[in-house]
Nanobody, 126 residues
Framework: QVQLVESGGGLVQAGGSLRLSCAASGRAFGTYAMAWFRQAPGKEREFVAAISWSGVPTYYGDSVKGRFTISRDNAKNTVYLQMNSLKPEDTAVYYC???????????????????WGQGTQVTVSS
């Protein structure tokens, strides 16, 4: 079992930055991949970024490449999402997720992730 709690969301102006955190508990954190997804009203949940258990490799959705950075601190049981150059279209609820299955690389597929946090709202004003 894995429990995930996101924090760090809020309201920011376009061009600004936010850093999301996701604290994990339960199963040993350094043994599974993590990811961030987001869901805007009326839209499907979208892949944002993923990171392997060791921190390398990382993958990003096309819409956030070059602006967002995923990282993890296994000593603190936490994964982060640094979001820079935010745009109004980044407005969504952001979810962290854990994939406890063994895979050769982190997945971008929502169905690969078996544990989810409750989400944190990010709103970017124009």
């Amino acid at each position: 079992q894995v429990q995930l709690v996101e924090s760090g969301g809020g309201l920011v102006q376009a061009g600004g930055s936010l850093r999301l955190s996701c604290a994990a508990s339960g199963r040993a954190f350094g043994t599974y991949a993590m990811a961030w997804f987001r869901q805007a009203p009326g839209k499907e949940r979208e892949f944002v970024a993923a990171i392997s258990w060791s921190g390398v490799p990382t993958y990003y959705g096309d819409s956030v490449k070059g602006r967002f950075t995923i990282s993890r601190d296994n000593a603190k049981n936490t994964v982060y999402l640094q979001m820079n150059s935010l745009k109004p279209e980044d407005t969504a609820v952001y979810y962290c997720a854990a994939d406890t299955a063994f895979r050769s690389s982190p997945s971008a597929l929502r169905l690969s992730y078996d544990y989810w946090g409750q989400g944190t709202q990010v709103t970017v004003s124009s």
